[in-house]
């Protein structure tokens, strides 16, 4: 874990500048009591030297990234088998991903190099990549499929891009839209972190590790505002009116209940398991919830032998 700005500076100063992937300040718990959560399982990624990623598709598919090396995985989570899909090229990154069922599409932010990739979610084929910004002066961190198309943070500007998805599965152009508000600080060493959006798209949630919080965003004018203050979020899921927050400094899972304006929300669980160490993204399944181990309490980049998505009660 990184609790001192000396290991700050040090890892900014990385060619990867992997500090950028998760909030790099000391938390506070919060005030809810945490809920342990009972029996659950465990699916290695086979080969995998990191991770972050991780996305429920139709029935019991899922995906998972390997983030300092881009790979895709893509397994099953009743039965536990998994297979790597995508071999990607050295230096590329998978930070946060989305697979969309309707257009059979899996989409990947791909970090440092300021792209978005576009992958074929059963082969494994690329199918389009975006370079949203120059590399090494972004970091492309995660992304939401609404039913307009894909929506992708930038953790070092205050951008979000937009992949519009049209009728048959075909991709457009991207476009940028710029954020105003409170969401729009660069303040901090690392910004923009993971995103949601609301059932009908017409409102986005973003969580910013510098200003620990998450906002709401207009994605017509990039207009924010805060939505609840909370320490350390990663990546975010919105799922039949329940926000979902990983918090991978606290090791847990908290499950935010909003308001149906979307003007705030309260703690409504806290969820902890032994088998979390570092839970960067969540996705869910049934009565599941998805998480997987990105193990930066081993260091950045990450040192621990295997890596793994689990599956805990929610």
């Given at each position: 874990m990184l609790t001192t700005g000396t290991q700050v500076r040090r890892l900014l100063q990385g060619p990867l500048q992997a500090a950028g992937l998760i909030s790099l300040i000391t938390v506070t718990a919060l005030a809810t009591p945490a809920v342990a959560a009972p029996?659950?399982?465990?699916?290695?990624?086979?080969?995998?030297?990191?991770?972050?990623?991780?996305?429920v598709g139709r029935g019991a598919t899922f995906y998972a990234g390997?983030?300092?090396?881009?790979?895709?995985?893509r397994g099953n989570?009743?039965?536990?088998?998994?297979?790597?899909?995508?071999?990607?090229?050295?230096?590329?990154?998978?930070?946060?991903?989305?697979v969309d069922d309707a257009s059979g599409l899996l989409f990947v932010a791909g970090g440092m190099a300021g792209q978005g990739q576009v992958y074929d979610a059963k082969t494994g084929a690329t199918v389009a990549t975006y370079q949203f910004a120059p590399a090494g002066q972004s970091l492309i961190n995660d992304v939401v499929v609404t039913k307009d198309g894909a929506w992708f943070t930038d953790s070092q500007q205050p951008h979000l891009y937009f992949v519009p998805i049209e009728p048959g599965g075909s991709l457009g152009e991207f476009?940028?839209?710029?954020?105003?508000?409170?969401?729009?600080?660069?303040s901090g060493e690392f910004n923009l972190n993971g995103i949601a959006a609301s059932?009908?798209?017409?409102?986005?949630?973003?969580?910013?590790?510098g200003t620990q919080a998450l906002y709401t965003v207009d994605p017509q004018t990039g207009a924010s505002r805060l939505l609840v203050e909370i320490?350390?979020?990663?990546?975010?899921?919105?799922?039949?009116?329940?926000?979902?927050?990983a918090q991978p400094f606290q090791n847990q899972v908290?499950?935010?209940?909003?308001?149906?304006?979307?003007?705030?929300?309260?703690?409504?669980?806290?969820?902890?398991?032994?088998?979390f160490q570092t839970p960067t993204t969540v996705a869910v399944h049934g009565n599941r919830l998805v998480a997987v181990n990105a193990k930066f309490d081993t260091g950045l980049p990450?040192?621990?032998?295997?890596?793994?998505?689990?599956?805990?009660?929610r």
């Open positions: 029996t659950n399982d465990v699916i290695v990624l086979p080969g995998a030297t990191s991770a972050e990623g991780v996305a390997e983030l300092f090396g881009g790979d895709i995985y989570l009743q039965d536990g088998t998994v297979a790597r899909i995508v071999d990607a090229p050295a230096g590329q990154m998978a930070v946060g991903l989305k476009r940028q839209l710029t954020l105003t508000g409170p969401a729009a600080d660069t059932p009908d798209g017409r409102t986005l949630i973003v969580g910013h590790s320490a350390g979020p990663d990546g975010i899921l919105y799922e039949s009116g329940r926000l979902w927050v908290t499950r935010l209940r909003p308001s149906p304006d979307l003007s705030g929300a309260v703690v409504d669980k806290v969820i902890t398991s032994d088998l990450p040192t621990a032998d295997e890596y793994e998505v689990v599956i805990v009660n």
